[in-house]
């Protein structure tokens, strides 16, 4: 049986930082494609970043790009995502998601596979 974890969320002030995990059993992430998404109130799920099964390149959202890095450790079978300079509007539940498919990882149609979420709130 597959179970994605995740962990790490929070609140936060303006400009700080947190780390999330996604800790995976059943299904081994180097082989598959690991996907961190986001779900803010009455919005729809958005992808954040992915890093890819078949060679580990990695993909984030233009608004995400240079303060978010994902980061995989095989022999933990995690997934990471660091956020720095976080913001009021990146509160959302955080998910990862796990999925076979080497591409468009961005969209959540592509992966099989959820965690339940972590919620991740920046104060105002």
């Known amino acids: 049986q597959v179970q994605l974890v995740e962990s790490g969320g929070g609140l936060v002030q303006p400009g700080g930082s947190l780390r999330l995990s996604c800790a995976g059993s059943?299904?081994?992430?180097?082989?598959?494609?690991i996907g961190w998404f986001r779900q803010a109130p009455g919005k729809e799920r958005e992808g954040v970043s992915a890093?890819?099964?078949?060679?580990?390149?990695?993909v984030y959202a233009d608004s995400e790009k240079g303060r978010f890095t994902i980061s995989r450790d095989n022999a933990k079978n995690t997934v990471y995502l660091q956020m720095n300079s976080l913001k009021p509007e990146d509160t959302a539940v955080y998910f990862c998601?796990?999925?076979?498919?080497?591409?468009?990882?961005?969209?959540?149609?592509?992966?099989?596979?959820w965690g339940q979420g972590t919620q991740v709130t920046g104060a105002s």
């Open positions: 890093i890819s099964g078949s060679d580990g390149s990695t």
């Open positions: 059943g299904l081994t992430f180097v082989y598959h494609s």
């Open positions: 998601a796990a999925g076979d498919h080497p591409h468009r990882l961005l969209l959540s149609s592509v992966y099989d596979y």
